[in-house]
T-cell receptor, first 117, second 115 residues
Framework: EAEVAQSPRYKITEKSQAVAFWCDPISGHATLYWYRQILGQGPELLVQ????????DSQLPKDRFSAERLKGVDSTLKIQPAELGDSAMYLC???????????????FGPGTRLLVL | KQEVTQIPAALSVPEGENLVLNCSFTDSAIYNLQWFRQDPGKGLTSLLLIQSSQREQTSGRLNASLDKSSGRSTLYIAASQPGDSATYLCAVLTYSGGGADGLTFGKGTHLIIQP
């Protein structure tokens, strides 16, 4: 069964350093999401892509976060510089849903757990 | 802005009991509502997806209902087992001008089933 792949699974870094996370969605899924989940909270959307285009990045802290999906397939989320408050689980999800046909669930990857010291 | 609330935040019950988890949302303009399960330190597993036109969905011992007009959903777990212990998250997919926003999640219900 196809799965969303994420790497690394765990990352420890010091504040002010740069970190990058990678996501490979399920083949054929045009929609890709990055979520951040702080311990004890629900995931919050950071950015949504439709193919290579950003659909929603209103919750992305653009002074330090960036996301790209250059060829409309895999995606990278970067933080520079990392801050203590960025410690969280970063989840990638993909979906084949488009237009008004949202009958398919989004498939989530295993996440990258980030600890900023 | 869509807001999702889950009650209770935590629940501990003996094995074998039937239980209900509650979810409410503020904006009824949704495409669908989903229930997810999350084990500690892991990603999310979709349990049930209810389209906005549906009233309920069932999968095994799980039954989810949706009352879109009142902004409520419940997840019913029958004959609970220790393996059901996890955090259960409710999420809604909301309309927006350009299509759909990403999923809006509640904070989850942390469930413990005592053997």
């Amino acid at each position: 069964e196809a799965e969303v792949a994420q790497s690394p699974r765990y990352k420890i870094t010091e504040k002010s350093q740069a970190v990058a996370f990678w996501c490979d969605p399920i083949s054929g899924h045009a929609t890709l999401y990055w979520y951040r989940q702080i311990l004890g909270q629900g995931p919050e959307l950071l950015v949504q892509f439709q193919d290579e285009s950003v659909v929603d990045d209103s919750q992305l802290p653009k002074d330090r976060f960036s996301a790209e999906r250059l060829k409309g397939v895999d995606s990278t989320l970067k933080i520079q510089p990392a801050e203590l408050g960025d410690s969280a689980m970063y989840l990638c999800a993909s979906s084949s849903a488009h237009g008004a046909n949202y009958r398919e669930t989004a498939d989530f990857g295993p996440g990258t757990r980030l600890l900023v010291l | 802005k869509q807001e999702v609330t889950q009650i209770p935040a935590a629940l501990s019950v003996p094995e074998g009991e039937n239980l209900v988890l509650n979810c409410s949302f503020t904006d009824s303009a949704i495409y669908n509502l989903q229930w997810f399960r999350q084990d500690p330190g892991k990603g999310l597993t979709s349990l049930l997806l209810i389209q906005s036109s549906q009233r309920e969905q069932t999968s095994g011992r799980l039954n989810a209902s949706l009352d879109k007009s009142s902004g409520r959903s419940t997840l019913y777990i029958a004959a609970s087992q220790p393996g059901d212990s996890a955090t259960y998250l409710c999420a809604v997919l909301t309309y927006s001008g350009g299509g759909a926003d990403g999923l809006t999640f509640g904070k989850g219900t942390h469930l413990i089933i005592q053997p």
